[in-house]
């Protein structure tokens, strides 16, 4: 059985810093192309980062210099590192999983950027 179990996120303020994680199990981890999107109220689920199983990234370009994607192969973790955060970045973030025609997705975890 595939799991996503995304952690750390929660309430920051503008211009503070989040470090999201994303814990896989169930599949082979160094294999799958990884992500994370967001979907804020009354939004579309949005790209935030891309990596390969190689470690090439993607970066969506409002999120381009402030946050960076990176995974752990060895511990099937994904990683999101969020600086300077705005109002406009609080959201669900989710972990994705992407392989052939397989996806997968974790629950979710809410980030809220406010003073």
């Known amino acids: 059985q595939v799991q996503l179990v995304e952690s750390g996120g929660g309430l920051v303020q503008p211009g503070g810093s989040l470090r999201l994680s994303c814990a896989a199990s169930?599949?082979?981890?160094?294999?799958?192309?990884m992500g994370w999107y967001r979907q804020a109220p009354g939004n579309q689920r949005e790209l935030v980062a891309t990596i390969t199983g190689g470690g090439t990234t993607n970066y969506a370009d409002s999120m381009k210099g402030r946050f960076t994607i990176s995974r752990d192969n060895a511990e099937n973790t994904l990683y999101l590192q969020m600086n300077s955060l705005k109002p406009e970045d609080t959201a669900v973030y989710y972990c994705n999983a992407a392989f052939s025609a397989r996806t997968h997705w974790g629950q979710g975890t809410q980030v809220t950027v406010s003073s």
């Open positions: 169930g599949i082979i981890f160094r294999l799958y192309a």
